[in-house]
């Protein structure tokens, strides 16, 4: 079993940029991780996904350019860095963790059927 926590959300003004942290507890390295978000009404969204090997990592359009994906194996802990939010992005963020951790296409590897393991998400507000 893998246990989750995030956090790092929060108020920020629209352009404004956050890091995002989920601790996993036990061993992470060579598991499948993913981030998501689920806007208020809405359907959950993949945003970032990648094993921790780090050597197989997928952004969704929407944010390319603006996430990265990073990890610190010896504090068993993910990061999201997310630039340039915008509004429409306020949501509930959450990460998730598939220790199987097949191969699978980006497309595959953002939806969150895949994941069997999820944290309980911390909120993030854009607005001015």
């Known amino acids: 079993e893998v246990r989750l926590v995030e956090s790092g959300g929060g108020l920020v003004q629209p352009g404004g940029s956050l890091i995002l942290s989920c601790v996993a507890s036990?061993?992470?390295?060579?598991?499948?991780m993913g981030w998501f978000l689920q806007a208020p009404g809405k359907e959950r969204e993949g945003v970032a996904a990648?094993?921790?090997?780090?050597?197989?990592?997928y952004y969704a359009d929407s944010v390319q350019g603006r996430v990265t994906a990073s990890q610190d194996n010896a504090k068993n802990t993910l990061y999201l860095q997310i630039k340039n939010l915008k509004p429409e992005e306020t949501a509930r963020y959450y990460c998730?963790?598939?220790?199987?951790?097949?191969?699978?296409?980006?497309?595959?590897?953002?939806?969150?059927?895949?994941?069997?393991?999820w944290g309980q998400g911390t909120p993030v507000t854009v607005s001015s």
């Open positions: 036990g061993v992470i390295y060579g598991i499948c």
């Open positions: 990648a094993n921790t090997n780090m050597d197989r990592i």
């Open positions: 998730a963790a598939e220790p199987s951790c097949p191969p699978v296409t980006p497309g595959r590897a953002l939806r969150g059927a895949l994941y069997r393991y």
